[in-house]
């Protein structure tokens, strides 16, 4: 069906991000060769135009199609005005479909503020999206910064979705079959109903939990399982999860 490779927290522009582990990841995922690449906010870590200047310079690098959904640090310093015009021509926040997959991009980042909020509009244009889709029988992929489930090893629990239970019964009751989000630095597979909730690490910024390292998820959805696998800076990799693909498409 889809191979995806799953990227987050990149912070271009923080004294700890490491453009080195961003350039060899981006060298990774393009030999991979996904069907889709998926970046799931924070990709600056002040929202400075120059900062998403350099930004859209490392997204053009990526040699697959490409969905990028804004974070927190996006979004400070009237960040989001630059990501319209910066990024969103080249991926944006829409929904983006390869043959068999809709990868759906949703906005959780408020100006200014670390927590996140999908509001009515875009639950109500994810609904839609989700119900179209299962319509067309296409395996469903949900794209957001913020998580929506607390994610283990992570500390108090302050920057979760404020509308968290709106947004989960709407994926729920959508039928999605995938949730992507970053924001916490910290890899991680929740399992809720029918719907696989998955959290990346940074890939390029230095600020880790312990002895965390740089990583980025692939996700290679087939038409009987799906399998999250970790990819480390280091080298190393690791299954996250596998699981049986509920989402029967008809080739």
């Not at 393009?30 to 990709?43: A, E, F, K, S």
């Amino acid at each position: 069906m889809a191979f995806i490779a799953h990227l987050s927290d990149m912070h271009i522009g923080a004294i700890n991000f490491k453009e080195e582990l961003l350039l060899r990841a981006i060298n990774k995922v393009n030999d991979l060769n996904p069907n889709l690449v998926i970046v799931t906010g924070d990709i600056t870590n002040n929202g400075y135009y120059a900062e998403f200047e350099r930004a859209a310079e490392f997204m053009e690098l990526f040699e697959s199609p490409l969905l990028v959904v804004p974070g927190n640090h996006d979004a400070r310093h009237i960040g989001n005005e630059c990501f319209e015009e910066l990024i969103k021509k080249y991926c944006g926040t829409l929904n983006v479909k390869t043959p068999e997959i809709s990868a759906i991009g949703l906005d959780s980042s408020e100006p200014d503020i670390d927590y996140g909020k999908i509001g009515r509009s875009q639950q109500a244009s994810m609904e839609a999206e989700l119900k179209n889709a299962g319509e067309n029988n296409l395996y469903k992929i949900i794209a957001l910064h913020h998580h929506i489930i607390p994610v283990p090893k992570t500390g108090r629990e302050r920057n979760i979705l404020t509308d968290a239970g709106d947004i989960l019964k709407s994926i729920i009751d959508g039928g999605a079959d995938i949730v992507l989000s970053g924001h916490k630095h910290v890899p991680y597979v929740w399992f809720v109903g029918n719907t696989t909730f998955v959290t990346a690490g940074t890939v390029s910024s230095l600020k880790l939990r312990g002895k965390d390292v740089c990583s980025f998820n692939t996700i290679d959805i087939k038409p009987d399982t799906v399998e999250v696998v970790l990819n480390q800076a280091d080298g190393k990799s690791k299954c996250l999860a596998k699981f049986e693909n509920r989402c029967k498409v008809i080739d």
